[in-house]
């Protein structure tokens, strides 16, 4: 059953908080707290962790119905977005170990709060959300505070922090950190509620509404459109989301209130961007964070020896990749892709390389090894090489450049300046209207960068024989050249570097050596190096046989060669919570030899998790 909730005092910021709080906050305990706008609650057959689905459930193939698929209820969505954020982020495979070597898919009864919040300066909010359990111990007060990996929307991350906070009793904070699925239909003029459902402008209050010019048409992305560079704000995210964590405990348990910082315990957890957000929250000022868990993070830190941006290596990787990859061995590469579907393509980016001068050799082979020399020189390993082919075949090196070019020079809609812009499409991708049904799962099914849940990417410069290159290298020339909207991407890069903890506190940064989207060499390991002289508790778990997309170890190829992410992510917060309870030392360092389940299923034994 479903209740919704409007506070009286809506959402509120600074000061004004006060007037509704008997308690005045403590300096530094809690600052610019954000009132709970709708309070839902979940128990028995629609719980906190996985909206009653189960195990069995969230390995279903076919995504929860809707029983009006042009207008699902908020309870429809809800579970929905669940399922798919689920298969996103974890193995749940039936070999793959999930609920039995590692996680908990275990029923979590409790309520969910839920607002929109903005962080000083910004123009469209961020989601937060607090997920409270039934039996959250008043007496042991403790939050888990994450943020979603990807762009995905608020519950980009619960794969992440629930299975391991919401069992222990523990609240759990969500930030969309300012990206998500808040879809804008320009056509319509329709985007998303609070909820999730479908509204109008003008008649709803909408999650987000993008600053067009008159007429445009298509769909505004939030991470790409909403002219606020989120990136340089993640860690004013997760604080507040923390921040909005304790007035929903306040609200939850009035009776045991005030929740603070100082009588309450935080601990920050994310993977890939929700990792580098969270190791951005340890850059805010205060004592209000006491541990913070990384795995894979997207961090840049700056003028650090080997540190480059996500932008960089990712123009790199889509101009390259798909040349170098030639290069090496047919069995080295895992499935999907095919490598005799893709040959052709990846040879044909051979030859218009070599026509722009960007590779040497008279042929295929010798162009190939030329792009994979120049990889290798800026340091990519063939480890990353091999786990980034994923990326090639779902041609996700171009879908993250063309929203993040986007994010980073805070252009609007119609703005892009190469030419690129969303929209529902035809098969044969020419731009059309989206159908109702299809906007209304924008909110559920969308990862927050195209293509994907119905919008495609529309790009302008296609043209024959290698359609995308002549975007692809308009987009690494907001990287490297010297225009003024190159200077302008280059400037929002910029406001994205790490400037590293200012309080010492444990810090467990986890990354798998064979990661093919961030890998380690450009962001953990020069960061890790760097914040250490900032804060000496910086530890760093290096993981073999590990690459980013824990989802994708139910492929065959992938799950028999790669082990998981996740269940370091547990250890390293069991360890870190264990520390804080003053029960152990701080994790070590480690180099983590852990094996692969080949044709066999994973087994906790084979992880070599360190202890």
Not at 107 to 117: D, F, K, N
Not at 255 to 275: E, H, K, L, W, Y
Not at 405 to 426: D, I, K, L, M, T
Request: glycine share 10%; aromatic share 8%.
């Amino acid at each position: 059953m479903n209740a919704n909730l409007r506070m009286s005092c809506g959402l509120l910021l600074g000061a004004a908080l006060t007037a509704c709080s008997s308690t005045p906050p403590k300096p530094e305990a809690v600052a610019h707290m954000i009132q709970p706008q709708r309070v839902t609650e979940h128990r028995g057959t629609d719980d906190l962790l996985t909206a009653g689905l189960g195990l069995d459930g969230l390995r279903a193939m076919a995504a929860p119905a809707f029983a009006d698929p042009a207008n699902p209820t908020s309870a429809e969505l809800r579970r929905r977005a669940i399922w798919g954020n689920w298969r996103g982020i974890a193995d749940l495979s039936l070999t793959g170990g999930y609920g039995q070597a590692y996680g908990s898919v275990a029923a979590v009864p409790g309520r969910e709060y839920s607002a929109l919040a903005k962080v000083p300066g910004a123009a469209q909010p961020h989601r937060v959300l607090v997920q409270v359990p039934d039996d959250f111990d008043a007496t042991r007060r403790c939050v888990v505070v994450t943020a979603s990996s990807g762009s995905r929307g608020i519950y980009g991350a619960i794969a992440v922090a629930a299975p391991w906070g919401l069992p222990k009793g523990c609240a759990v904070a969500y930030t969309d950190k300012g990206a998500g699925t808040d879809y804008f239909d320009l056509d319509e003029q329709k985007g998303a509620r609070e909820d999730g459902t479908v509204g109008e402008l003008g008649v709803d209050p909408l999650a987000f509404v993008p600053d067009a010019p008159v007429g445009a048409g298509g769909v505004a992305v939030k991470h790409a459109h909403s002219k606020d560079n989120p990136e340089a704000d993640w860690g004013r995210h997760v604080k507040q989301a923390a921040e909005f964590a304790l007035a929903a405990l306040d609200q939850a348990f009035p009776q045991a209130a005030p929740f603070r910082f100082d009588n309450t315990r935080v601990i920050a957890v994310g993977i890939s961007n929700g990792g580098g957000a969270v190791l951005r929250a340890s850059e805010e000022e205060g004592e209000w964070l006491d541990a913070v868990v990384a795995g894979e993070p997207n961090i840049l830190a700056a003028d650090a020896p080997g540190a480059r941006s996500l932008y960089d290596y990712t123009t790199e990787a889509a101009l390259l990749m798909p040349c170098a990859l030639l290069h090496l061995p047919a069995d080295t590469l895992p499935q999907p892709p095919l490598r005799g579907q893709v040959e052709p393509v990846w040879t044909a980016r051979c030859a218009m390389l070599k026509a722009a001068g960007l590779v040497g050799g008279a042929d295929a082979k010798a162009q190939a090894a030329s792009a994979h020399a120049q990889l290798k020189a800026n340091g990519w390993t063939d480890e990353a090489l091999v786990a980034g082919a994923l990326s090639v075949g779902f041609d996700l090196w171009r879908a993250v450049a063309v929203t993040y070019a986007s994010a980073y020079g805070r252009y609007g809609v119609a703005e892009h300046p190469c030419g690129f812009a969303f929209s529902a499409q035809n098969a044969d991708f020419p731009a059309r209207t989206a159908s109702a049904a299809e906007r209304a799962a924008w909110w559920s099914d969308g990862s927050g960068i195209p293509p994907g849940a119905g919008v495609g990417i529309v790009d302008t410069k296609l043209a024959a024989p290698d359609f995308t290159l002549p975007g692809l290298q308009c987009l690494r020339a907001l990287q490297t050249g010297t225009g003024e909207d190159a200077r302008r991407v280059q400037a929002g890069i910029a406001q994205t570097a790490a400037r590293f903890p200012r309080t010492r506190r444990p810090v467990v940064v986890i990354h798998g050596l064979d990661d093919g989207l961030v890998p380690p060499a450009f962001s953990s390991a020069p960061y890790v190096e760097a914040a250490r002289a900032a804060n000496p508790d910086v530890r760093y778990w290096q993981v073999r046989h590990a690459q980013h997309f824990d989802g994708f170890l139910a492929l065959p190829a992938y799950g028999a060669r790669y082990v998981p992410l996740l269940p370091y992510v547990y250890a390293a917060l069991d360890q870190v919570n264990a520390t804080l309870d003053g029960s152990r030392e701080l994790p070590a360092n480690a180099l983590i030899n852990a094996n692969p389940r080949g044709a066999g299923s994973v087994e906790l034994s084979q992880l070599a998790i360190p202890r």
